[in-house]
């Protein structure tokens, strides 16, 4: 099993549209999708996904973390690509469903490890002009999941790169497939050079910090204000969201949504990377242009780590949530 997944699961979700609109779905064992060689996906990139999490918690229950942002996360990229939006119902049944029956492949609660949900659209059908699809699959499947970068709570080394993930007024904000192509080469060169990820710079002005690859930014400053960036081209992360809140409601803190300077990148004590998959990775250092600016003292801040051990809590049951953010299985 190549990457992050730790193993296949049995069942996925599927559902079509029929005449453009959607139809309930059902599970099925068949991990291959049988479609038309000119299928829109293939060729201009009409694909979307999602990723959110379950987790088995401290008393045995299943939940989700705040699985409505992603449905609308999700139909806000449809709406981008120009593809028919998922029904409410239709999200969760499909979601629920998968994880209902693959609940023997969840990591057990103590394991910090979790089922990874991908819910996807694609275009599909026989399509070689460049417009939208006639028709849709929705899918979901999931795999059980340990952390993405290598090591739980271990400080990593970035590097910039001069490429960019999305154009300013382009698709950063979307979920959309062609963002990852784009962003394979980018992350090659620094993982030869040594690195764990890239840091994407704004694509306009390449001065200021925009992401951490595939998760949002986020830095503490010398007064503890935590500080995430402002830009239109960022994947708008439901885990920095969380955290934002978190230190706001939790930790007493200051919270800006601002501007980040990589040239006045030393302005933060602390700094990490933050989304689904990423969780929270504390950044150790970030080098760009050659320059090599180390956050604290290298080691795991105390941000950070409180950052995390709520964000953790939450997630497996031990802290109580907020109102509304986590979904219990039944
Ligand atoms: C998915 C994703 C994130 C993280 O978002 P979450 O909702 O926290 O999982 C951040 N950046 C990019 C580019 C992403 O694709």
Same mark, same amino acid.
């Given at each position: 099993m190549a990457g992050y997944a730790l193993k296949e699961t049995e069942y996925r979700y599927r559902a079509y549209t029929k005449d453009g609109k959607w139809e309930t779905g059902e599970l099925t064992t068949d991990k291959y999708l049988h479609i +038309?060689?000119?299928?829109?996906?293939? +060729?201009?990139?009409?694909g979307l996904f999602e990723g959110l999490k379950a987790y088995k918690t401290k008393k045995g229950t299943v939940q989700l973390f705040r699985p409505d942002l992603n449905l609308i996360r999700l139909n806000e990229g449809l709406d981008r690509i120009v593809a028919p939006r998922i029904p409410e119902a239709l999200f969760f049944e499909a979601v629920e469903a998968v994880v209902k029956a693959n609940i023997?492949?969840?990591?057990?609660?103590?394991?910090?490890k979790s089922l990874y949900i991908r819910p996807f659209v694609i275009g599909h059908g026989m399509n070689l002009g460049v417009k939208p699809s006639e028709e849709y699959i929705f899918s979901v499947f999931c795999a059980p999941v340990g952390?993405?970068?290598?090591?739980?709570l271990q400080a990593l080394n970035f590097v910039t790169t001069d490429y960019d993930r999305a154009a300013a007024n382009g698709m950063g904000k979307v979920k959309v497939a062609g963002n990852y192509g784009a962003s394979l080469y980018p992350r090659q060169q620094a993982l030869d050079a040594g690195y764990s990820g890239v840091i994407y710079l704004d694509p306009s002005t390449h001065t200021k910090i925009d992401e951490v690859g595939a998760a949002n930014f986020f830095g503490v400053t010398y007064d503890n204000v935590l500080v995430t960036p402002k830009s239109?081209?960022?994947?708008?992360?439901i885990t920095r969201r969380s955290i934002l809140w978190i230190a706001e409601h939790m930790l007493g803190m200051k919270t800006e949504e601002r501007e980040c300077f990589i040239d006045n990148v030393s302005e933060f004590k602390e700094a990490g990377a933050c989304g689904t998959a990423a969780i929270i990775t504390p950044i150790k250092s970030i080098t760009h242009k050659g320059k090599v600016t180390t956050f604290g003292d290298g080691e795991v801040g105390e941000t950070v780590r409180k950052l995390y051990d709520i964000l953790l809590g939450i997630y497996y049951g031990e802290i109580e949530a907020p109102e509304g953010w986590v979904l219990e299985v039944k």
């Open positions: +038309h060689e000119g299928s829109n996906v293939f +060729h201009y990139g009409q023997d492949d969840i990591p057990e609660y103590g394991s910090q952390t993405y970068f290598a090591g739980g239109s081209s960022i994947l708008p992360s």
